[in-house]
């Protein structure tokens, strides 16, 4: 999957970026297997990230439900792990099945590859999900030609019709030239993120530039709600999910008119795929919405989400979830302990998990976590240690409450951070308990994560 090389003659097509995939060291799955399977949790060195592979597994299925409930295709984001075994829980749940990803790294892409997911079956379409950078299109363009040779789709998403322009730059020297499947990226009131507003002058633009262009095919529309991370009931997550329908259908309903008003220009031979979906908005799909989404609908509609088999403190605040759906935590150990120097003289105490091993997102919540069975708050953090302080009875809620509540020196204790996307990607592997299994305290299996861009 090497990049195709190409002299630079056109100032559009800048220096290609190579994917170093192929020199990308990380620890081998067996030897980690070989040595921790079996083992308690107590015999970890810590801060370590665990995973309940049931839960994970259920939460799949959910998600499965959630898409049939709303008529919808299923496309699964597997940026939050980025593991083999957890993108086939994904895509093979005993609810369901799917065969579409989305990806934020190119990275993924080679991984998904040489994992064999592609080979196999497992992963038949595939969305690069960030605008493509121009330094990136000669391994995008030898990836597509490799997924293909093994039934596979590759799809990239756009938002500026520069990027339109980059596209045939590139096919133009090419002697054997292809239509690249796109998604336009359609803003459903985020503001913040990749996409344009649809009833925008410069999203009309862009429409027609794609339809206008020999080397685009539209093969449809994707929103995402991230700022419905922000809801904090099933009405709330609901509108939010609303807004992401009625965005790309508005996108599409365009995109038609322009087709059926342009002459010669060849009508759209498949429906438009209309791509919605957050974990908030995902877990508001319900056959009671399907009704509200369908009429009107101007293509297929298809639901996707990443955070959701894992789950966090963000996604408890939703209220859409409970504690018991959050599937990852780090395990960490009090380093030490400080009687009454909190400012309202509680206890303190130190932990071995900071912020490389938590990160440094926040939430609704206080803080950066919450210890499971404690009455406990990652209130602060530095790079390698954070501080532990006492919450109130009426904050604690990832029960049931463990002894007395108190922690010494010593005890090893299980955070659920705010943000989970962010807190695995400090882990070099993830060990992964099974609940149906035993009391999940035991390791049953190690993942290690792809890493790199």
Not at 297 to 307: C, I, P, R, T, Y
Request: proline fraction near 6%; include cysteine.
């Amino acid at each position: 999957m090497s990049a195709e090389e190409h002299p630079q003659s056109n100032p559009l097509i800048p220096k290609q970026s190579r994917t170093p995939y192929h020199i990308s060291g990380k620890p081998e799955k067996q030897d980690l297997v070989d040595e921790y399977k079996g083992k308690n949790l107590d015999a970890l060195r810590t801060p370590a990230l665990i995973i309940d592979r049931a839960v994970f597994a259920r939460n799949c299925a959910k998600m499965h439900e959630h898409a049939k409930a709303l008529g919808a295709r299923f496309r699964a984001h597997v940026k939050s792990h980025k593991t083999p075994e957890g993108t086939r829980l994904q895509l093979l749940s005993n609810a369901d099945e799917t065969h579409s990803i989305v990806v934020s790294t190119v990275m993924e892409v080679c991984e998904v590859f040489r994992a064999g997911l592609m080979a196999d079956g497992t992963v038949k379409d595939v969305l690069y999900g960030l605008p493509m950078a121009p330094n990136k299109i000669a391994d995008l363009s030898a990836l597509t030609d490799e997924l293909s040779a093994v039934g596979a789709s590759m799809r990239i998403l756009i938002d500026h019709p520069d990027q339109v322009k980059v596209i045939e730059a590139w096919e133009s020297t090419k002697a054997n030239h292809r239509k690249w499947s796109v998604f336009i990226k359609v803003d459903c009131g985020n503001h913040r993120r990749a996409g344009l507003k649809p009833d925008s002058p410069a999203f009309e633009h862009l429409v027609r530039s794609v339809l206008d262009s020999p080397s685009i095919s539209l093969y449809g529309f994707y929103t995402h709600a991230g700022h419905s991370y922000a809801s904090t009931s099933f009405a709330e997550a609901s509108d939010f999910l609303l807004a992401e329908v009625n965005a790309v259908n508005s996108a599409a309903a365009l995109a038609l008119s322009i087709i059926a008003n342009t002459p010669g220009m060849p009508d759209q031979k498949e429906p438009f795929v209309l791509s919605v979906g957050a974990t908030p908005t995902a877990h508001a799909a319900t056959e009671d919405l399907k009704a509200r989404v369908e009429a009107g609908l101007k293509g297929v509609l298809e639901l996707h989400a990443g955070n959701y088999p894992l789950l966090d403190l963000q996604q408890l605040n939703t209220g859409l979830i409970t504690h018991r759906d959050i599937a990852q935590r780090v395990l960490a150990t009090v380093i030490s302990y400080y009687p009454g120097r909190g400012e309202d003289g509680s206890d303190e105490a130190m932990c071995d998990a900071g912020a490389l091993a938590m990160s440094k997102d926040t939430g609704p919540r206080p803080g950066y976590g919450d210890v499971i069975g404690k009455p406990w708050r990652l209130s602060r953090v530095a790079q390698e240690h954070g501080i532990l302080t006492m919450m109130s009875p009426a904050s604690f809620e990832l029960g049931p409450l463990q002894g007395d509540g108190s922690l010494k020196l010593g005890d090893m204790v299980q955070i659920v951070g705010q943000h989970a996307c962010l807190t695995l990607a400090g882990y070099p592997w993830y060990y992964v308990v099974d609940s149906d299994v035993n009391d999940a305290n035991v390791v049953v299996d190690v993942w290690v994560p792809w890493k790199g861009w």
